[in-house]
């Protein structure tokens, strides 16, 4: 999945992070990517924490969906 911004033809990093979903602690298949100019800055660091804080599957979100 694509993490944060990539510009057209800006070179891609591959990464991979532990990613659980917050609600049921399902593992997600961590490979990620990012613009090279974006990846591992302080704003990539914080929006990855945040991201891995909120991360929900796609299942819960979906429950979540209909609940609202
Ligand atoms: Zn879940």
């Given at each position: 999945?694509?993490?944060?911004?990539?510009?057209?033809?800006?070179k891609?990093?591959?990464?991979?992070?532990?990613?659980?979903?917050?609600?049921?602690?399902?593992q997600?298949?961590?490979?990620?990517?990012?613009g090279?100019?974006?990846?591992?800055?302080?704003?990539?660091?914080?929006?990855?924490?945040?991201?891995?804080?909120?991360?929900?599957?796609?299942?819960?979100?979906?429950?979540?969906?209909?609940?609202?």
């Amino acid at each position: 999945m694509i993490f944060g911004k990539i510009k057209k033809d800006e070179k891609i990093i591959k990464f991979n992070v532990k990613i659980q979903c917050v609600n049921c602690n399902k593992q997600v298949p961590g490979g990620m990517k990012s613009g090279e100019n974006y990846f591992n800055t302080h704003e990539f660091n914080k929006e990855l924490e945040k991201f891995q804080k909120t991360y929900l599957c796609g299942i819960c979100r979906d429950k979540k969906r209909t609940n609202n």
